[in-house]
């Protein structure tokens, strides 16, 4: 009797030893319990890869926006930046996010470009962030990024698209502990721009 209470625990123990182990060779999904983050770059110009001077007007405010970020309760602390790989055609996601990243002493990491939008979130995913990233994103390959994310374009966005036209919103996603969508919601930005400038 006493043999197969000694066989059974030490049966136990490899199991606990084997659960552990599988365990430990599970990688971390860093967008675990994520508060995202996600505009489109501000208003760009008719010619050129800039911003206007309503954009870099907005790329200001949004020093004071997001920090914190206040149109969500609680307020999010943004703690790291991603924005869409520069071109050359457009430098605007990166413009957009200089003034903030300056402001509150954090890079940008503009090393995906918006056409890869699996390779963002694949990022997020495998490399530590903190908890609330701000990610600017050229508005053709939101749809593609907000799927990536497992978020559904056609209900946060018109006919599931961002309107060229648009620069005023931001898509809260939400993450759960598991690293996958709990919800997803579409903010209309509080920010007064001046709609003479050009």
Known sequence: MRSLVLALLAISALGLVSFQAA???QPQDH??????LIIRHSEKPETGNGLTAQGEERAHLYVKYFQPFQDQLPPIEI????????SKSSIRPTLTLEPLSKAISLPINSSISSKDSTALVAELRSHPHG???LIAWRHGEMPALLTAFGASPDKLLPNGRWPDDVYDW???LTMGPDGQLVSQKLIHEQLTVNPAAK
């Open 170 to 172: 931001v898509v809260v």
């Open 23 to 25: 365990s430990a060779r």
């Open 31 to 36: 967008l675990a319990s994520n508060m995202v």
């Open 131 to 133: 908890h609330s990233p």
């Open 79 to 86: 703690d790291s930046l991603y924005a869409g790989a520069d």
